[in-house]
């Protein structure tokens, strides 16, 4: 089974900064690198739903399901906890409310807010692609570990 996970880009484009956490020295994957508000979908939730929960729960900020906009989808042929595969859906906001704050220190080690001139490199690579894309104006779709020619996983 494919494992369905959403992203959010916050995008403040008044100040012209977008929110990032970096994972955590006990984080279940990309130990230390930054990344955007990302979860798994449970079972019967719209993914919008997904985006709106995992965001709330790793950074504080409520958004409505209807200010997310889709940003990117990174369709990926393995990865953590996801050995068939995942699809990660990527939205972003320019709406929100609530303060930012890390009610998961244990996930990770910052949550805050992050100039869009001054993105970290220690980035994982394939939300990192998405923001950029993103940021550039453009809606894509990534693959990550399938071979483009043929499909099949490299």
């Known amino acids: 089974m494919t494992l369905l996970v959403a992203a959010v880009i916050v995008h403040d484009q008044d100040n012209h900064r977008v929110v990032l956490l970096q994972r955590g020295p006990k984080a279940k994957f990309a130990q230390g690198l930054w990344d955007l508000p990302t979860g798994k979908n449970d079972p019967g939730e719209p993914i919008t739903e997904t985006a709106v929960r ?3 729960e790793e950074t504080g900020l409520l958004v409505d399901p209807t200010s997310l906009h889709l940003a990117h989808v990174i ?4 990865g953590v906890e996801s050995p068939n595969g995942f699809l990660t859906v990527v ?6 409310t609530g ?4 009610p998961e220190p244990d996930k990770h080690s910052e949550v805050r807010w992050v ?7 220690e980035f994982v690579p394939s939300t990192r692609n ?4 993103y940021l550039n104006g453009d809606v894509q779709v990534t693959l990550r570990g399938w071979n483009e020619t043929d499909g ?3």
Do not use: C, S, V
């Open 91 to 96: 939205f972003a906001t320019h709406e929100w």
């Open 152 to 154: 099949r996983r490299t």
């Open 54 to 56: 995992e965001l709330r």
């Open 115 to 121: 100039d869009t001139t001054a993105i970290p490199q």
């Open 130 to 133: 998405a923001l950029a894309h």
């Open 99 to 102: 303060e930012l704050i890390n």
């Open 75 to 78: 369709h990926g042929a393995w």
